[in-house]
């Protein structure tokens, strides 16, 4: 079976520092990935995707970086964070896009 | 207009009630629809798929009407671990899902 693996669970960070968050995919190959940025209360944000290796869509003008070195890594980076760049980061596959599965998260928090 | 609209709740319900969720989508070309159960602070999982004529999985019935462009949740005899928030996703054909901002429901003893 599939299984989707995030970390860390909780982070937290500086203004100004970097952010790197890793996703892996177990179980399956070729898979779409995704980003997701949810703040306090409010609803899903789609942030990047990727259909395959080295291909990144951005959805959303931003200070993040999305890459995916392997099949079934996705890598979330950014390079000096921002206090608006606090919520819980949800990393999730498909196949195809279709019903998507989430991993259980990071919950960042920049100060 | 937003792709996909519901109302935000919350849904105050007592154990063993029956309550029902509505959603809109605007995307007449929209082919597959979802539930998905988010818990506080966890991850959304996928509770059910929409078909055109309706599916049920024990005490959660879900229907879709194309010619209106609304999709609904029924729960029936609510427990207290329904309490959630219930996200409808749209899947539009070769791009991402779509997500509503959620329906948050409380089952109160």
């Known amino acids: 079976s599939q299984t989707i693996h995030q970390w860390p669970a909780t982070l937290v960070q500086p203004v100004g520092s970097p952010l790197s968050l890793e996703c892996t995919v177990e179980?399956?190959?070729?898979?779409?990935l995704y980003w997701y940025r949810q703040a306090a209360g409010r609803g899903l944000q789609l942030l990047f995707y990727?259909?395959?290796?080295?291909?990144i869509s951005s959805e959303v003008p931003q200070n993040l970086s999305a890459s995916r070195p392997q099949d079934r890594q996705f890598i979330l980076s950014s390079k000096k964070l921002l206090l608006s760049d606090s919520g819980f980061y949800l990393c999730?596959?498909?196949?195809?896009?279709?019903?998507?599965?989430f991993g259980p998260g990071t919950r960042l928090t920049v100060l | 207009r937003k792709e996909v609209e519901q109302d935000p709740g919350p849904f105050n319900v007592p154990e063993g009630a029956t309550v029902a969720f509505n959603c809109t989508y605007s995307n007449s070309a929209s082919q597959s629809f979802f539930w998905y159960r988010q818990d506080c602070r966890k991850e959304p999982k996928l509770l059910m798929s929409?078909?055109?004529s309706g599916n049920e999985d024990g005490r959660f019935t879900a229907q879709l009407n194309r010619a209106s462009q609304y999709i609904s949740l029924l729960i029936r005899d609510s427990k207290l671990s329904d309490s959630a928030t219930y996200l409808c996703?749209?899947?539009?054909?070769?791009?991402?899902?779509?997500f509503g901002k959620g329906t948050r429901l409380s089952v109160i003893a």
């Open positions: 996703v749209v899947n539009r054909g070769n791009t991402p899902l779509v």
């Open positions: 990727s259909v395959g290796i080295g291909q």
């Open positions: 929409v078909y055109s």
């Open positions: 179980g399956t190959s070729n898979p779409n």
């Open positions: 999730a596959w498909s196949p195809g896009h279709n019903e998507q599965f």
